[in-house]
């Protein structure tokens, strides 16, 4: 394998996904020396690969969002963008946003390696050195003043062996999300409306012309879920199984008429898939496209408006909401989510809830705090090096808390803080 030495950055970033792209951009906008370092050869992480969208919607308070504004103005000029009627502007274009983000990097000058994996670190004592990272047969020895691990399974700090937090809770399910096309979306948002009267799980709305809408099914009760009987009926003639209907969400898409994003199947073998397992994570890939398909099919039986439909899309990225999380120099809590405490230069701001899927029956946690809660810098510095920060699902917190924060616009605003942190402490040294 051949070697060669970079030039060396200012802030290195682990992965590319929806932290990594806020944590490069920023930094490069900023004017530091900025390297994107991604595992696949586009950015985005769950928008693009896993196909998550839209962006759950919270109360930012417009506290670390300039990556936010400038990315869905970048995703307007590409027709990727929509503002829903709920003023959610978080309905993305999964394919769009892999050019509209290449687009922003190359304005900032953020540098990016795609299809590059991380092997090793090089440290001294506390302090982060530079890094080997290998794509085919070139190996690369990167060095660099900050680094970032925003790779979601916190793989980077692994490697570095920083503590990594105990997980005494049962995983979460995961999900392979899938999109199908060609459906005649007025047909099925007239029925679907006439059908669903619950405007708090279906809506549907016209913005520039094209059908938008939104509805939801989940085998808990704690609704009394319009869409179930159909659900039940499907199940009780064998063409999908009791778990293919434990979960359903569908969002149409901008940009693409005709076709819906599904936020499903929920993939549940036994009641704790290890993402980090390669075993535990083939099979439940095999699972889950066996229930694609099933699910696919139940609705081109039962839903009108589907009959001409197709799979257009499955993600090649599985909707991970919980593997590692890294030690930083504070974990946040449940109690801190609950008790809204402000404090001052916040990382984020937001009020979305506890959400924690369950693999069983009517055991899913929704828990909205009564305030809404801030998120402390300390939480996104490594306990175990001094230039070393993580930023996003791998965030330094316990299981609950970690359930509110993982969301995209949170993870856009800890990549974003990451960035001006680094900026205002290398400002300080050349002062």
């Not at 879920?225 to 901008?254: H, R, V």
Request: hydrophobic share 35%.
């Amino acid at each position: 394998m051949q070697s060669h030495v970079n030039d060396k950055y200012d802030l290195v970033v682990c992965g590319g996904g929806t932290a990594g792209c806020a944590a490069g951009y920023i930094a490069a906008k900023k004017g530091l020396k900025t390297l994107i370092i991604e595992k696949n050869i586009h950015l985005g992480g769950t928008i693009t690969s896993a196909l998550v969208m839209p962006a759950m919607k919270s109360n930012t308070n417009d506290i670390n969002c300039e990556f936010l504004t400038d990315f869905i103005n970048e995703l307007k000029c590409y027709g990727g963008q929509i503002t829903y009627e709920d003023g959610n502007t978080g309905w993305f274009n999964p394919e769009l946003t892999k050019i509209a983000l290449d687009s922003m990097m190359k304005k900032v000058g953020c540098n990016i390696l795609y299809d590059t994996e991380i092997q090793s670190g090089i440290t001294d004592k506390n302090h982060v050195k530079a890094i080997c990272v290998s794509s085919k047969m070139l190996s690369l020895y990167i060095e660099s003043s900050y680094f970032v691990d925003a790779t979601g399974d916190a793989n980077f700090s692994a490697i570095l062996k920083n503590k990594i937090l105990e997980n005494n809770l049962s995983r979460q399910p995961m999900t392979l999300r899938f999109h199908i096309s060609n459906i005649n979306l007025e047909k099925f948002s007239n029925w679907l409306l006439d059908f669903d009267k619950d405007r708090n799980v279906t809506t549907s709305c016209k913005i520039d012309g094209e059908i938008h809408l939104s509805t939801a099914c989940t085998w808990d009760k704690d609704k009394n879920w319009a869409l179930w009987p159909i659900f039940e009926k499907g199940i009780k003639n064998g063409d999908i199984t009791e778990e293919d209907a434990s979960y359903f969400q569908i969002f149409t898409i901008p940009g693409m008429s005709g076709t819906i994003s599904l936020n499903c199947p929920r993939i549940l073998i036994g009641e704790d898939i290890d993402p980090l397992n390669p075993y535990d994570m083939s099979n439940a890939l095999i699972k889950a496209r066996e229930q694609i398909w099933r699910i696919y099919s139940f609705l081109r039986k039962y839903f009108p408006g589907f009959e001409e439909a197709y799979i257009s899309n499955i993600a090649d990225m599985v909707g991970i909401r919980e593997s590692r999380r890294v030690q930083g120099q504070k974990i946040y809590t449940k109690n801190d989510i609950l008790s809204g405490t402000s404090i001052k230069n916040p990382v984020l701001h937001a009020d979305y809830p506890i959400d924690i899927h369950s693999y069983k029956k009517d055991s899913s946690t929704l828990q909205h705090s009564s305030v809404d809660y801030e998120l402390p810098i300390e939480c996104l510095m490594s306990s175990d090096y001094d230039n070393l920060f993580i930023a996003g699902r791998n965030v330094s917190a316990d299981f609950s808390a970690q359930a509110a924060l993982r969301i995209q616009t949170s993870c856009f605003s800890m990549g974003e803080a990451v960035a001006k942190y680094t900026s205002e402490i290398m400002e300080g040294q050349f002062k």
